[in-house]
Every structure is written in structure tokens, then in C-alpha cells.
T-cell receptor, first 115, second 113 residues
């Protein structure tokens, strides 16, 4: 059974048109992460939520926002997608904030295309 | 800040042959090390992790990795690969008091029959 679910699997948007990617989890984990993975590159952490506390990475563009209305759901909003934002977006969860001893559970990702 | 270098972008290998996927890291502090696997159209799965203790770590699917502090390496090995091992493998590092993973660029393992 899928524990971290990302919808949709593929998303196409137009240049400059806002888009939202969704992630849900059935694990009741405290922490939810969003990673951006461009083709042939390493996944890069954009931000994470520890419960309701939002933690943005220093180099994450302002164009990227996130919402976590409850424990189970987390959204990635791209306000004005550019061609360079085309990537696979991975959601992950962990029980606690220390990723070291905690296992990260990843969703299958949403592949975003920008036309 | 930490960084991870995976020296090979692709590794082709015949079925039942041994394989080694190389990973080197840099960090000014002590780290934990991880290998993740990503099968086509799937998310990342944890293969194994090194936190402390024995430098030889065994993971799932017959994979193992050895932590070498002097060489700042954490190479992944399997003595005999299967077609089903075809996937992309990511090495990752985290500060021991940190809360995020830094990934390498990945190595695509292609197992041929």
C-alpha cells in the first residue's frame, strides 16, 4: 500500500501559469519534505515542514511556496513556473526531524513539464 | 556544507557479475552516509545507511557498502547483480546533528543479460 502519495504523476503547465503539486501520507509522520530533481541531477531539498513549522532552504527561489493544512497533506505551489522549473518533484516524510536515524519515505514523484 | 560526488553517471554490467558504484563525499564535520535506489517511475528507497560502528554495512537486496573515512568514500557493492537491479542509485550524506540529506547526482546501473 502506498504510504506517500503524490498526484498527479505527470503535470503539464504553461509558462507563468500557477501550478500546485500535492502530497499525502498515511504514516502520520511529523516531517514532510519537498525535493526538486532535475534531469540527471541530484534531488535538491526545497523546504520541509516539521509539524506546522516551515523551514525554507536558503537557495530556494521565492517562486516556490508550500502549504501544510494538516498532518496528512502538503502542497507545493509554483507561482509563476519558468522553463527551468521543469523537473521531478519528490515528496518525502520522516517520523521525526533527524533524518539521520530516521528513514525517509519517498513518494513516486510528480514530473512537471512547462510549455 | 556537505557535498557528494558519484564518479560514474552510468555503469553497464552483465548479469551475475560483481559491481561497485563509487561515492565520495566532503564535509567539515562528521557525517552519516546513505545509499538510495530509484526504480523507474518510483520514489527513492533506502538501501542502507552508515551511522556508526562497523564500517561495512549490509543493506537490502544483497548490497553492501564500506565507509572509508581516510578516503572519504562510501562505495556500494554487490557480488552478483540481477536484471532487477537495473535502477538509479543515489549516495547521500547528512551531518550527524543535521536534519537534511544532500544527494549525489546518481549512477544508473544497467544490468544486461
Amino acid at each position: 500500500d502506498a504510504m506517500v502519495i503524490q498526484n498527479p504523476r505527470y503535470q503539464v503547465t504553461q509558462f507563468g501559469k500557477p501550478v500546485t503539486l500535492s502530497c499525502s501520507q498515511t504514516l502520520n509522520h511529523n516531517v514532510m519534505y519537498w525535493y526538486q530533481q532535475k534531469s540527471s541531477q541530484a534531488p535538491k531539498l526545497l523546504f520541509h515542514y516539521y509539524d506546522k513549522d516551515f523551514n525554507n532552504e536558503a537557495d530556494t527561489p521565492d517562486n516556490f511556496q508550500s502549504r501544510r493544512p494538516n498532518t496528512s497533506f502538503c502542497f507545493l505551489d509554483i507561482r509563476s513556473p519558468g522553463l527551468g522549473d521543469a523537473a521531478m518533484y519528490l515528496c518525502a516524510t520522516s517520523r521525526d526531524q533527524g533524518a539521520t536515524n530516521e528513514k525517509l519515505f519517498f513518494g513516486s514523484g510528480t514530473q512537471l513539464s512547462v510549455l | 556544507a556537505q557535498s557528494v560526488t558519484q564518479l560514474d553517471s552510468q555503469v553497464p554490467v552483465f548479469e551475475e557479475a560483481p559491481v561497485e558504484l563509487r561515492c565520495n563525499y566532503s564535509s567539515s564535520v562528521s557525517v552519516y552516509l546513505f545509499w538510495y535506489v530509484q526504480y523507474p517511475n518510483q520514489g527513492l528507497q533506502l538501501l542502507l545507511k552508515y551511522l556508526s560502528g562497523s564500517t561495512l554495512v549490509k543493506g537490502i537486496n544483497g548490497f553492501e557498502a564500506e565507509f572509508n573515512k581516510s578516503q572519504t568514500s562510501f562505495h556500494l557493492r554487490k557480488p552478483s547483480v540481477h536484471i532487477s537491479d537495473t535502477a538509479e542509485y543515489f549516495c547521500a550524506v547528512s551531518e550527524i546533528y543535521g536534519n537534511k540529506l544532500v544527494f549525489g547526482a546518481g549512477t544508473i546501473l544497467r544490468v544486461k543479460s
